[in-house]
């Protein structure tokens, strides 16, 4: 390793100038698969929501492929900004995207993982990203996700969403900065 | 299938922790758990590309946005990325963000008592060239106050948004410029404890990059993580 990579620092909280031209709501836009809406808060350590984050989204499509040289294979038809989102928090704290649930894609271990989304989030008071993962409920893959399987089980909820009313395709994800339900994040 | 190659764990002290109280900020939004090391898997080290045709081929220059040229110095900002083993990172978004030249930004929240510049907006992005390379045109962004502490300054900088290779590669940084006196008073800027990583933070005076009749150029290299030789176990 000849360099050290450049340390991050905070988007503060003029970001959107910078970011809002490439807002995507629709993270797999005319891509086949089961479309799902996920919604929810961003808050801190008051439990107050957090009105100037912003989230970003990668994911791989329905079949459990990410359009990406690294994932063999992938010379599929792709529309170009398929599997990204980027979606800002409002003045009440919230967020909402929608997506179609990705397939399971291969884990270190050999075994499939469960599906899930990426995400990173920026704001103002974070002076680098937190990583974290969307597993979708009621998936028995869950139970044997390697990723998963490092969360201690009492936390795991967090990264799991809810089943939301009204509508079968809509889901429910929060995230807590500190708290009794605070979120997990990585480090990868 | 076989472990996949991690990324080099950064120094201590080279990246800011999600904690630092004089930030007064990060007190409420940092975590309080440190954050679960998992294995690099293919939802870490593949990425979004984008197509090159979303960005204008205008976009990287500031100075031009509008129908009359902005009030402040110009300057070139240009430089080299590339990962921690020294290859090249081609093709990939750059975004960059800043304040006017009076130190005001193009945003509803901001309440600094300094004049919008009808002529600048503040927003610039490209792609890097087939070396890594990019190059900005813009004007020096001014000092603002904030309310982090008494007299609290932000010194002048720029905010960059790379994406590199993978979801990994992410990179939210700010550029800073040499010989700024607020620098030793900026939390942010001191939130990275390794004192040659924090220099790395700050661009340097190029004589190369400065047009004549034109433009100073200042010049800013940034390194992006790359994957180590040794594969990660699982």
Redesign the interface.
């Known amino acids: 390793?000849?360099?050290?990579?450049?340390?991050?620092?905070?988007?503060?909280?003029?970001?959107?100038?910078?970011?809002d031209?490439?807002i995507r709501r629709d993270v797999a836009e005319g891509s086949p698969g089961e479309r799902v809406t996920i919604h929810g808060r961003m808050l801190?350590?008051?439990g107050?929501p957090?009105p100037?984050a912003v989230l970003?989204i990668?994911q791989?499509d329905a079949e459990g492929r990410?359009?990406?040289?690294?994932?063999a294979d992938s010379q599929r038809e792709t529309t170009?900004?398929f599997?990204?989102g980027r979606v800002p928090t409002d003045e009440h704290g919230q967020f909402s995207f929608t997506t179609i649930k990705p397939g399971p894609?291969?884990?270190?271990?050999?075994k499939p993982?469960a599906p899930?989304l990426?995400i990173?989030i920026?704001?103002?008071?974070?002076?680098?990203?937190?990583?974290t993962?969307v597993y979708f409920p009621d998936d028995p893959r869950n139970d044997s996700d390697?990723?998963l399987q490092?969360?201690p089980q009492s936390?795991r909820a967090t990264l799991i969403a809810r089943q939301s009313t009204p509508t079968e395709n809509t889901l429910e994800w929060n995230v807590c900065?500190?708290g009794t339900d605070?979120?997990?994040?990585?480090?990868? | 299938m076989k472990s996949l190659q991690g990324y080099w764990k950064s120094a201590p002290g080279t990246q800011p922790n999600h904690l630092h109280p004089p930030y007064v900020s990060s007190i409420k939004r940092a975590p309080k758990y440190p954050p679960i090391p998992i294995p690099v898997t293919l939802s870490e080290i593949t990425g979004p590309s984008f197509p090159k045709n979303i960005v204008s081929p205008n976009a990287f220059d500031l100075t031009r946005q509008h129908t009359a040229k902005p009030l402040g110095e110009r300057i070139v900002v240009s430089g080299r990325v590339t990962d921690e083993d020294g290859r090249p990172i081609r093709h990939t978004l750059v975004e960059i963000w800043q304040a006017n030249a009076a130190g005001r930004y193009l945003h509803k929240n901001d309440q600094h008592d300094a004049p919008l510049d009808p002529n600048f907006t503040g927003e610039g992005r490209l792609f890097t060239d087939e070396d890594g390379r990019y190059r900005f045109i813009t004007v020096r962004p001014g000092a603002y106050p904030w309310k982090n502490h008494y007299n609290a300054w932000r010194p002048q900088h720029i905010h960059f948004s790379l994406f590199g290779p993978a979801f990994a590669t992410r990179l939210v940084t700010q550029m800073y410029f040499p010989g700024d006196p607020l620098l030793e008073f900026d939390p942010i800027f001191q939130s990275v404890l390794d004192e040659s990583a924090r220099r790395r933070l700050i661009s340097s005076f190029d004589w190369l990059g400065t047009e004549p009749d034109l433009a100073l150029g200042f010049r800013f290299d940034i390194v992006l993580r790359g994957r180590s030789a040794m594969p990660m176990e699982p």
């Open positions: 390793m000849p360099a050290h990579s450049t340390p991050s620092q905070t988007v503060g909280p003029f970001f959107s100038i910078g970011f031209w490439m801190d350590g008051n107050q957090i100037d970003e990668w791989a990410y359009h990406h040289p690294e994932h170009p900004f599997g990204f894609v291969p884990g270190p271990d050999g993982q899930h990426q990173s920026f704001m103002r008071g974070l002076l680098r990203q937190l990583v993962r390697m990723v490092l969360v936390r900065l500190q605070e979120t997990v994040f990585f480090d990868c």
